[in-house]
């Protein structure tokens, strides 16, 4: 089955930065759209950023865009979210998650167990 | 952005029981693009149903959606243990927007 193993998640100042990664395998990476999808503690979930199979195309929530990059390296099967400039609500379980499908429309079929970002002075 | 209001927040009931939860859209979904995912405490999300109706790989069939335009419907037939959880709606066609969840618990 789909494995995503997520990292690099810990604690970081208000305003400081962290780089998550996202290990995936059992499946064509670069076939299809990588998502990451934040669960703040306690409250629901909310997509993040998406980034198309050949890289060409990436999209933000507003939360985050100008602040977050979301990359891939398709010949390391690594997802990648480069997050500068945090927030104390930036704080959430971060979720690695597959697409459905190369293009929109895609739903989410694969989760990873998520890396939780601590934002905190 | 297509906002998705879910109902109810809480849901008590006991095995055996069904549950029917409900998905508003603020406008009509694209092509049934709507997803549902469960949710347990300590892990991550679980595809249920997607195309508003279709089971994904390995869920059992007392799981199912309905719905079109705006309002959709995860329906659990016979609650068993293991369904006791949090469930969101998704809708992917536009905005990737997720529903404020729905928790099922024991009564």
């Known amino acids: 089955e789909v494995q995503l193993l997520e990292s690099g998640g810990g604690l970081a100042q208000p305003g400081g930065s962290l780089r998550l990664s996202c290990t995936a395998s059992r499946f064509t990476f670069s076939t299809y759209v990588l998502s990451w999808v934040r669960q703040a503690p306690g409250k629901g979930l909310e997509w993040v950023s998406a980034?198309?199979?050949?890289?060409?195309?990436?999209y933000y929530a507003d939360s985050v865009k100008g602040r977050f990059t979301i990359s891939r390296d398709n010949s390391k099967n690594t997802l990648y979210l480069q997050m500068d400039s945090l927030r104390p609500e930036d704080t959430a379980v971060y979720y690695c998650?597959?697409?459905?499908?190369?293009?929109?429309?895609?739903?989410?079929?694969?989760w990873g167990q998520g890396t939780l970002v601590t934002v905190s002075s | 952005e297509v906002m998705l209001t879910q109902s109810p927040g809480t849901l008590s009931l006991s095995p055996g029981e069904r549950a029917t939860l409900s998905c508003r859209a603020s406008q009509s979904v694209s092509s049934s693009y709507l997803a549902w995912y469960q949710q347990k405490p300590g892990q991550a999300p679980r595809l249920l149903i997607y195309?508003?109706?279709s089971r994904a790989t390995g869920i059992p069939d007392r799981i199912s959606g309905s719905g079109s335009g705006a309002d959709f419907t995860l329906t659990i037939s016979s609650l068993e243990p293991e369904d006791f959880a949090v469930y969101y709606c998704?809708?992917?066609?536009?905005?990737?927007?997720f529903g404020q969840g729905t928790k099922v618990e024991i009564k």
């Open positions: 980034i198309a199979g050949r890289s060409d195309s990436t």
């Open positions: 998650v597959k697409g459905s499908s190369g293009a929109r429309p895609y739903y989410f079929d694969f």
């Open positions: 998704q809708e992917y066609g536009n905005s990737r927007t």
């Open positions: 195309g508003a109706s």
